[in-house]
């Protein structure tokens, strides 16, 4: 069955340490996208990529990283810098513009 | 990102009732309009969407309208169940194509 997978499901890391997800899709989808999910705050889009070594900052990319160097993965890193960590991470991708989203299930990070 | 307004945050309606959510949005490029549904500590489905050239879609018990013009676009779903029961998101594209500004959620309760 193809989809898009995000592991692990629940994260917990103590501050000021680094951390990264994983998403991975095997939807031959060109797209694949980053957002963060806060409780009444809807889904806000830290980085988003169209291609393979190729990806463009969202509206809160400020403490985290990314990567696209296979069309399959794209992983996220939650660096030190970043203020307030604890969410709900999302990874997304489509096969072209921004059309037609499938989500991974996500990946609740609780830093301590 | 451009904003989208999506209004009510929280509905509650009896079984067999119909529900309806609107959304608002600022950027007049935007020509893609998904909505999603999501259950608890799950990730977005993306449940119907409409295009700009089209100014009504209906798939089942779920409606969707747009008006281009005032930039407004609505969710109606009818016969509501309990199983309907879930936050749903609007989102309006960008003017890359490529992402999509969500609304905050409406999280809909339906009683039996």
């Known amino acids: 069955d193809g989809g898009i997978t995000q592991s692990p499901k629940y994260l917990f890391r103590k501050e000021g340490q680094n951390v990264t997800l994983s998403c991975e899709q095997n939807l031959n989808h060109d797209a694949m996208y980053w957002y963060r999910q806060d409780p009444g705050q809807g889904l806000r889009l830290i980085y988003y990529?169209?291609?393979?070594?190729?990806?463009q900052k969202g509206d809160i990319a400020e403490g985290y990283s990314v990567s696209r160097e296979k069309k399959e993965s794209f992983p996220l890193t939650v660096t030190s810098a970043q203020k307030n960590p604890t969410a709900f991470y999302l990874c997304?991708?489509?096969?072209?513009?921004?059309?037609?989203?499938?989500f991974g299930s996500g990946t609740r990070l609780t830093v301590v | 990102g451009e904003n989208v307004e999506q209004h009510p945050s929280t509905l509650s309606v009896q079984e067999g009732d119909s529900a309806v959510i609107k959304c608002t949005y600022s950027?007049?490029?935007?020509?893609?309009f998904p909505w999603y549904k999501q259950e608890l500590g799950k990730g977005p489905q993306l449940i119907i969407d409409i295009r700009s050239n089209v100014g009504e879609k209906k798939d089942q018990r779920i409606a969707v309208t747009l008006n281009k013009t005032a930039k407004h676009f609505s969710l109606h779903i009818t016969e509501t169940q309990p199983e309907d029961s879930a936050v749903y998101f609007c989102a309006a594209s960008d003017r890359t194509g490529y992402a999509l500004n969500f609304g905050k959620g409406t999280s809909l309760l339906v009683t039996p």
């Open positions: 950027d007049s490029a935007s020509n893609y």
């Open positions: 997304a991708s489509s096969s072209t513009g921004g059309n037609g989203y499938t």
């Open positions: 990529s169209q291609i393979v070594n190729d990806f």
